[in-house]
């Protein structure tokens, strides 16, 4: 596993100096990370993560412009906090929560962060998984994805199968879908 870096300090640089392709670059990489960190550890909606880090990132920018920027090696945890607070604003502006004084000092919990990451991370790989099934296979278990409470009955009145049939089909496909997962999840 690569490390990441935390040193930005050639991004102010380079937008002090104007260096547009290092800046553009710089930025490239790390506008992913930021939004990411909006996604994991405060539990945003991609869309918002984005509109918030871009938000934020004008803000550093024209303290980058004003040179207000007095150790530019902590550029990186300046556009975390500034990101972070921008998200606060936004879920406030949103009423996405309701606001509390302790709601402002909570943060998901590491645990939660991971399995905010581990959720994610198996959606997508079923996600590869369902679209390895053949059509009629992918059709046929979307069915019960979508409808979870499904019954057999309903499943062969959908489905034009005896209720065997689609009890077979079913556990095959889930058989197949449960060691498509496992192969891919230990890739």
């Known amino acids: 596993m690569t490390k990441s870096r935390v040193d930005?300090?050639?991004?102010?640089?380079?937008?002090?100096?104007g260096?547009?392709?290092?800046?553009?670059d710089l930025i490239n990489e790390i506008m992913p990370r930021l939004e990411d960190y909006l996604v994991v550890v405060m539990n945003a909606e991609r869309n918002a993560a984005?509109?918030?880090?871009?938000?934020?990132?004008?803000?550093?920018?024209?303290?980058?412009?004003?040179?207000?920027?007095?150790?530019?090696?902590?550029?990186?945890?300046?556009?975390?906090?500034?990101?972070?607070?921008?998200y606060l604003r936004y879920s406030k502006r949103e009423h996405k929560f309701k606001y509390e004084e302790?709601?402002?000092?909570?943060l998901?919990?590491?645990?939660?962060?991971?399995?905010?990451?581990?959720d994610k991370e198996r959606q997508r790989i079923l996600e590869e998984c369902l679209n390895e099934?053949?059509?009629?296979?992918?059709?046929?278990?979307?069915?019960?994805?979508?409808?979870?409470d499904a019954s057999t009955d309903e499943a062969t009145e959908e489905f034009g199968l005896s209720s065997a049939?689609?009890?077979?089909?079913?556990s095959r496909i889930l058989s197949?879908?449960?060691?498509?997962?496992?192969?891919?999840?230990?890739?």
């Open 8 to 17: 930005y300090s050639e991004l102010v640089d380079a937008l002090q100096q």
């Open 19 to 24: 260096d547009e392709s290092k800046s553009g």
């Open 50 to 86: 984005r509109e918030c880090v871009q938000q934020a990132f004008l803000d550093v920018f024209e303290q980058i412009k004003k040179d207000n920027i007095k150790e530019s090696k902590y550029i990186f945890s300046y556009l975390i906090k500034s990101c972070r607070h921008e």
């Open 102 to 106: 302790e709601a402002l000092n909570v």
């Open 108 to 118: 998901y919990e590491p645990e939660q962060q991971f399995q905010n990451l581990l």
């Open 133 to 148: 099934l053949k059509d009629k296979s992918k059709k046929f278990i979307e069915y019960f994805i979508d409808k979870p």
């Open 165 to 170: 049939n689609v009890r077979t089909r079913k």
């Open 176 to 187: 197949r879908l449960h060691h498509c997962y496992k192969r891919k999840s230990n890739e």
